[in-house]
């Protein structure tokens, strides 16, 4: 919807551009808009019918897990459906809306990089122990020294690029704040106390949290009205550099905020996709049970043989007895994940119907700034909890 040539194509659709003063810049987002409301209405549907699903005996189970042609077409026209919405207030009541939404999956987002890095920490200290101590070692240290070393030159071009000596003070007090709280966090997680608590906590976890909080302030800092302190990559590079980009002007629609936003989009899903976390914490969160719920269609496993025939016994999850997962959260996930795509796709821009244009706003550069703030919260609560909680135990 957003490639160059495509807002030819969208003005064809009728009243979807009618009045519209600046088209060409309003059309292909608006289209985004529309496309994610249908995938979010889709889901946030299927949320709805699944609540209280105990187990595959429920009828709406089958729903869930089949009528996939149905769905198909379910979805498609919801979507087709919204490109006929009357304009009004649509796109600016939409935009907070998947503001909000958006907000709410980074911090899924930051909850499971929390628990990659405790789970990466864990994996390779425990081969270190195992054997071969050294090399697993330089492999931890190298690592984070990587880490660090990629935040260190991350602030250093925050400073040259998204400061001005005689401006840009929201930049350079989002720069200080999140460096001196990143550098408090790692100092946290390797104090004595910390240790004895947690011996496996380190500076790989901090290192993680402290590139993904760099991340988050760049993104905050993209989003900042004023393009004195929010120079386009391709200003950054030296092309088109004798030109300052005046306040709402358009940029370009691979903006590589976007691009780099996507990609750990898609990279959390992955994640979240093919593990079921160690930390029961966690599965909570996803309202995951520790164990799925197995039938086997004939002797136990522990008192089956181990001959040949034994493949004949394979468990088969078939959820008759309970389901693994919420069938009603899944489907609310992927409604915050639809948000969150569309506020990526579209840079966080908010429409702005006086002039016709998309335009940052600050409650984007708030919504993200502030979500770097709780992901450092989240990750010194790791640290802490045991010594805070001290009747609970944390494995």
Same mark, same amino acid.
């Given at each position: 919807m957003l490639i160059p040539g495509m807002e030819e194509q969208l003005k064809k659709i009728p009243g979807f551009c009618d009045g519209q003063v600046n088209c060409d810049?309003?059309?292909?987002?608006?289209?985004?808009?529309?496309?994610?409301?249908? @995938?979010? &209405? +889709?889901?946030?549907?299927?949320?709805? !019918? @699944?609540?209280?699903?105990?187990?595959?005996?429920?009828?709406?189970?089958? /729903?869930?897990?089949?009528? *996939?042609?149905?769905?198909?077409?379910?979805?498609? =026209?919801?979507?087709?459906?919204? +490109?006929?919405?009357?304009?009004?207030?649509?796109?600016?009541?939409?935009?907070?809306?998947? @503001?909000?939404?958006?907000?709410? +999956?980074?911090?899924? #987002?930051?909850?499971?990089? /929390?628990?990659?890095?405790?789970? *990466?920490?864990?994996?390779?200290?425990?081969?270190?122990?195992?054997?071969?101590?050294?090399?697993?070692? =330089? =492999?931890?240290?190298?690592?984070?020294?990587?880490?660090?070393?990629?935040?260190?030159?991350?602030?250093?071009? +925050?400073?040259?690029?998204?400061?001005?000596?005689?401006?840009?003070?929201?930049?350079?007090?989002?720069? %200080?704040?999140? &460096?001196?709280?990143?550098?408090?966090?790692?100092? @946290? %997680?390797?104090?004595?106390?910390? #240790?004895?608590? #947690?011996?496996?906590?380190?500076?790989? #976890?901090?290192?993680?949290?402290?590139?993904?909080? !760099?991340?988050?302030?760049?993104?905050? &800092?993209?989003?900042?009205?004023?393009?004195?302190?929010?120079? %386009?990559?391709?200003? $950054? $590079?030296?092309?088109n550099s004798t030109s300052t980009p005046s306040k709402g002007q358009f940029v370009h629609w691979w903006d590589a905020q976007g691009i780099v936003g996507l990609i750990l989009f898609l990279m959390c899903v992955l994640y979240s996709s093919i593990r079921t976390s160690n930390n029961s914490q966690v599965n909570k969160l996803t309202l995951t049970s520790d164990e799925s719920t197995l039938i086997e269609d004939g002797l136990p496993r522990s008192e089956g043989s181990l001959d040949e025939g034994d493949d004949l016994h394979r468990a088969v999850d078939n959820e008759r007895d309970g389901v693994t997962y919420s069938y009603s959260f899944f489907h609310f996930m992927l409604f915050l994940a639809s948000l969150y795509i569309m506020m990526t796709l579209t840079n966080w821009y908010s429409p702005d119907p006086a002039s016709a244009s998309m335009t940052s706003k600050w409650p984007s550069v708030w919504v993200k700034i502030s979500s770097s703030w709780i992901g450092i919260v989240l990750y010194v609560w790791t640290l802490v909890a045991p010594l805070v909680l001290t009747n609970r135990e944390f494995d």
């Open positions: 810049v309003l059309v292909g987002y608006k289209a985004v808009y529309r496309v994610c409301f249908g @995938m979010a &209405m +889709f889901f946030l549907l299927f949320s709805l !019918m @699944m609540i209280k699903v105990k187990s595959s005996s429920d009828p709406r189970a089958a /729903i869930h897990n089949g009528f *996939w042609f149905f769905k198909f077409i379910t979805a498609v =026209a919801i979507t087709v459906g919204a +490109f006929f919405i009357p304009e009004g207030p649509f796109t600016t009541v939409w935009f907070y809306v998947g @503001m909000a939404g958006a907000f709410c +999956f980074i911090l899924i #987002q930051l909850v499971l990089l /929390i628990d990659f890095a405790h789970s *990466w920490n864990e994996s390779w200290v425990e081969k270190m122990e195992e054997g071969n101590s050294r090399c697993w070692y =330089a =492999a931890l240290l190298s690592a984070t020294a990587l880490n660090y070393l990629l935040s260190l030159v991350a602030i250093v071009l +925050f400073y040259v690029y998204y400061t001005l000596p005689d401006g840009c003070s929201e930049n350079k007090a989002f720069i %200080s704040v999140n &460096m001196l709280l990143c550098i408090g966090a790692s100092v @946290m %997680s390797i104090l004595p106390k910390i #240790q004895e608590s #947690q011996p496996r906590s380190g500076l790989l #976890q901090s290192s993680v949290i402290t590139v993904y909080t !760099m991340y988050l302030t760049w993104a905050a &800092m993209t989003n900042e009205p004023d393009r004195q302190c929010n120079p %386009s990559l391709l200003n $950054i $590079i030296g092309y």
